[in-house]
């Protein structure tokens, strides 16, 4: 079993920045991928960014060049610097990591930390 804790969202000004932390605790040994959704309420929750065991990353395009997920192994942590933040930005974001070898969807999700940005 793994739990992971977000935190870092608030309220932030267009053009602002946010570093949104998650911390992983339990059974991480099993874990391989790690990353960051997230979801305005009535619409479908969206993967935004993903870092693997070995540092490979990925990043939708909404989101690409204005945020930078990054990991520290010996913590168990991953972050997620929020550059140049826009209002449409505004949502509940996840921490989210999958189980080794495991293929699908995330297998296990932090509580969410809200970020809004105000124009």
């Known amino acids: 079993q793994v739990q992971l804790v977000e935190s870092g969202g608030g309220l932030v000004q267009a053009g602002g920045s946010l570093r949104l932390s998650c911390a992983a605790s339990g059974s991480t040994f099993g874990v391989s991928a790690r990353g960051w959704y997230r979801q305005v309420l009535g619409k479908e929750r969206e993967m935004i960014a993903a870092i693997s065991r070995t540092g490979k990353t990925f990043y939708a395009d909404s989101v690409k060049g204005r945020f930078t997920i990054s990991r520290d192994n010996v913590k168990n942590t991953i972050y997620l610097q929020m550059n140049s933040l826009k209002p449409e930005d505004t949502a509940m974001y996840y921490c989210?990591?999958?189980?080794?070898?495991?293929?699908?969807?995330?297998?296990?999700w932090g509580q969410g930390t809200q970020v809004t940005v105000s124009s």
């Open positions: 989210a990591a999958e189980k080794t070898g495991v293929p699908g969807p995330p297998d296990y």
